[in-house]
């Protein structure tokens, strides 16, 4: 596609209940990032990966927050049991190898 | 530990007028400084960047000014429009762009006044 898709746009989960957020980079694009943007603030680096690798994961805040990206395109952030805390915009990026970044629109995720 | 700080946290403009926006860094590591516009329900979208081995780039009314000596670096907006009303993002990181982590600063959130 012409951008970087994420779907869904809008989840509300339930405290405890697990979630799946996707992202469609741009075709070709190798690198490809997570960010966590909370409500008025800057966003914050979760994960990296170069086609299928996960290079960096130092920015995810627990062990309830896991990535994949298993064929180097599409790539999903699940979090599990889910706490009002992770209630945030959840955006990915994705580059060309030596290129500036794409962002999504985003998931904004609100946990009730 | 907040790496890059950014001021002011909100700002109002007449049209016509000069929007600045500031950040400082810490980390003397950071080599390339990307602004970011982003306006509600969308993602950030790369403004213009700079790296430390020049003083100013200017493309179009943007221009970043680098100070590297004092780890500061700012964004004009000249000629401020309604449309440039957003929130703003200066960002820094380390090594190439498509490999190095984006540290954010706050954002500032400008308002150009017709």
């Known amino acids: 596609g012409a951008g970087v898709s994420q779907s869904p746009r809008y989840k509300v989960a339930k405290r405890g209940q697990d979630v799946a957020l996707r992202c469609d980079p741009i075709s070709g694009h190798v690198s490809l990032f997570w960010y966590q943007q909370a409500l008025g603030q800057g966003p914050e680096f979760l994960t990296y990966f170069q086609n299928e690798a996960q290079l960096d994961k130092s920015g995810l805040p627990s062990d309830r927050f896991f990535a994949e990206r298993p064929e180097g395109s599409v790539s999903t952030l699940k979090i599990q049991r889910t706490q009002q805390e992770d209630s945030a915009v959840y955006l990915c990026a994705s580059s060309l190898q030596g290129g500036s970044y794409t962002f999504g629109s985003g998931t904004r995720l609100t946990v009730v | 530990q907040q790496q890059v700080k950014q001021s002011p946290q909100s700002l109002i403009v007449q049209k016509g007028g000069i929007s600045i926006i500031n950040c400082a860094y810490e980390?003397?590591?950071?080599?390339?400084f990307p602004w970011y516009q982003q306006f509600p329900g969308k993602g950030p979208a790369l403004l213009i960047a700079i790296r430390p081995d020049v003083s100013e780039k200017k493309e179009g009314r943007f221009t970043i000014s680098f100070n590297k000596s004092a780890k500061q670096f700012s964004l004009h907006i000249m000629d401020s429009q309604p449309g440039d009303s957003a929130t703003y993002f200066c960002?820094?990181?380390?090594?190439?762009?498509?490999?190095?982590?984006?540290?954010f600063g706050q954002g500032t959130t400008l308002q150009v006044k017709p």
């Open positions: 980390n003397t590591a950071f080599d390339y």
């Open positions: 960002a820094a990181s380390k090594g190439s762009s498509n490999t190095g982590k984006l540290i």
